[in-house]
Structures are given as C-alpha cells and as structure tokens.
C-alpha cells in the first residue's frame, strides 16, 4: 500500500471513529480529500454544500479536505485540523451559518460549537481578522483521541514544492527532503497567531501586541 492510500483510508478510519467519539455518528460521511492548499494557505477546508455527486445526482457529498502539505504534521495537529472540520460539517448539515466575510470569520456559533466538542480558546476576544478560527484541543480531548486507535504512523508523507496552478510538466524538480525532528507551536494569548519553531526554549513575541507567545502542549 502507497504512502498516500494508507494516508486517505487513515483519515476515513479518523473521521468515523472521531463521529462516533464526539458527535453521536450523526455526521454524515463526506468525500475526504487531500488537496494542496495553494492560495488558500488553510491546513484544511469544509465545504458549506454537498459539492460531490453521482451522474444520477442520487449520491451527495460534503467535501473535508487536510492540506497535502500539512498531511505529515504532528498527529495531533492533524487530528485537530479534522476535528475542526467536523465543527463546521455540523454546522452546515443543521443550518447554521457559522461563518462570515467570504467564510474567513469564525463566529460564535462555531466557537459554541467548538466548546462542546472539546475544543479551548487561548485567547478571550476573537481575531479582529479571522474570529474565532483558533481552537486548540484539551488535554482531555487529546487523551480520548489517542484511545480511539487511530494510526499515526499513517501520515508521514506531505506535499512539497510550489501552488495548485504551477506547472511541473517536462521538468524535473528537487524536493526538499529535510524533516524536523521536532515541532513546536506558539500562541499568542491576544490574537491566537500561532508559530511553530524546531526549539522549545526560544522567547517569541507577537509584534502585532508586544505580547510574549506560550507554548502550546501538542
């Protein structure tokens, strides 16, 4: 089995274990995609509509993408970039219009949502940009996370190189094969900016709030 099939049927197994685990399987299953983020730069993606169909127009499906180039992350990060999606799957299935400003700005709804499912806010007032879009997982949602045995050594391959629309036709490209040992997020406790970094005793500043940034526990 490719490094990439054993990736897909990963985050199918993940997203029927994480509905039955926090949303009572009353999800429905989405097409599960692995797409290069290109402009976008989001880690992942769900759609508002059931954009997937058969010829017969019989078979609808919502759309849940991880980003290929953030596919390899830590486990935990992409456990957290699905269950993100999971929200706002939920939310669009019930009608309930948890974004706003061409879907850039989380609003209460998704961060109520989030809440239930198991999610913290760093910070006490939205983004002024992005809202409430920076959830991060409890401990305690972590914990049932790992028991739900969900492979990590699945992810291990990502996307390299350049956007969707830059074409590799005829020529050879070098990827950069470089892997951190060792990722480590930050979060500014004002704006919820994350930034990762391969040290953990490094002091980082938000620039924007002159704001020391914490480590987040991955």
């Not at 996370?145 to 074409?167: C, Q, W």
């Amino acid at each position: 089995m490719s490094d990439i099939q054993a990736a897909t049927d990963e985050l199918h197994n993940a997203f029927k274990r994480l509905n039955k685990e926090f949303f009572n399987k009353e999800l429905p299953t989405p097409a599960i995609t692995i797409q290069a983020s290109g402009k976008r730069k989001a880690l992942s993606w769900c759609s508002t509509k059931e954009i997937w169909e058969d010829k017969d127009r019989t078979i609808k499906r919502y759309e849940l993408n991880i980003a290929a180039e953030h596919l390899n992350a830590e486990f935990m990060d992409v456990m957290e970039s699905m269950l993100h999606e999971m929200v706002h799957l939920y939310n669009a299935v019930n009608g309930i219009q948890d974004c706003s400003r061409n879907a850039t700005y989380h609003n209460k709804r998704f961060k109520e949502e989030c809440e239930r499912r198991g999610f913290l806010f760093p910070s006490l007032q939205p983004n002024p940009k992005y809202g409430w879009a920076f959830p991060i997982l409890k401990e305690g949602t972590k914990d049932r996370i790992r028991r739900l045995r969900i492979d990590p050594d699945a992810f291990v391959i990502a996307r390299t190189g350049g956007s969707n629309d830059e074409s590799t036709e005829g020529e050879e490209r070098a990827a950069e094969t470089e892997k951190k040992s060792n990722s480590y997020k930050w979060i500014c406790p004002v704006c919820s900016l994350i930034v990762r970094s391969s040290k953990d005793d490094v002091f980082i500043i938000c620039g924007e709030h002159n704001t020391r940034m914490e480590k987040s526990k991955s």
